[in-house]
T-cell receptor
Framework: AQSVTQLGSHVSVSEGALVLLRCNYS??????LFWYVQYPNQGLQLLLK??????LVKGINGFEAEFKKSETSFHLTKPSAHMSDAAEYFC?????????????FGTGTRLKVLA | DTAVSQTPKYLVTQMGNDKSIKCEQN?????MYWYKQDSKKFLKIMFS???????INETVPNRFSPKSPDKAHLNLHINSLELGDSAVYFC????????????FGPGTRLTVT
């Protein structure tokens, strides 16, 4: 079965600094990959997704992620952090090993932005 | 208009009680899900329905019973609530499965005392 690993349960960056949130997956076939954001006391919202094609994917709020098959990674980046980026970020893979697609989520990374 | 709505938003109840959480989506999607998010923010699929048919049923105690009266609604009934059921429950929907985005509701915070 698929698994998703997010390195770093907490990441702190200064406002204006680069944001890098790491995600690695285990899969023998190219998966569908997603990044979701969860603001406090809210549901999850899609930031971006990779299905096929261009490996650099741009999402909302200035975020982007690059699919690297050789590294089985899908790290999320943003050139300049804003205070409003403080939230929980989840990487997910759509897994079909059991015959039906289902999301497997990583354990999440809480991003803190320091003034 | 809220795309995926859940009621109630908060639910506080005692052990042994039975409770239900309702979910409605107005996106015209054919697939709906229930997720459980524990206190460490770990998010796990519980159930999924496609066109009112149960397609995912993870290892969940049979005290949990989902019901989908139509494509726009997916309810979750929990019998004999236990302390370990305390969590945030999210409903989500998507058009089809696989690479399509899932739209999440705001969550229902269940506290069992």
């Amino acid at each position: 079965a698929q698994s998703v690993t997010q390195l770093g349960s907490h990441v702190s960056v200064s406002e204006g600094a680069l944001v890098l949130l790491r995600c690695n997956y285990s899969s023998s076939v190219p998966p569908y990959l997603f990044w979701y954001v969860q603001y406090p006391n809210q549901g999850l919202q899609l930031l971006l997704k990779y299905t096929t094609g261009a490996t650099l994917v741009k999402g909302i709020n200035g975020f982007e992620a690059e699919f690297k098959k050789s590294e089985t990674s899908f790290h999320l980046t943003k050139p300049s952090a804003h205070m409003s980026d403080a939230a929980e970020y989840f990487c997910a893979v759509s897994d079909r090993t059991s015959g039906t697609y289902k999301y497997i989520f990583g354990t999440g990374t809480r991003l803190k932005v320091l003034a | 208009d809220t795309a995926v709505s859940q009621t109630p938003k908060y639910l506080v109840t005692q052990m042994g009680n039975d409770k239900s959480i309702k979910c409605e989506q107005n996106l015209g999607h054919d697939t709906m899900y229930w997720y459980k998010q524990d206190s460490k923010k770990f998010l796990k699929i519980m159930f999924s329905y496609n066109n009112k048919e149960l397609i995912i049923n993870e290892t969940v105690p049979n005290r949990f019973s989902p019901k989908s009266p139509d494509k726009a609604h997916l309810n979750l009934h929990i019998n004999s609530l236990e302390l370990g059921d305390s969590a945030v429950y999210f409903c989500a929907s998507s058009q089809g499965q696989g690479f399509n985005e899932q739209y999440f509701g705001p969550g229902t915070r269940l506290t069992v005392t």
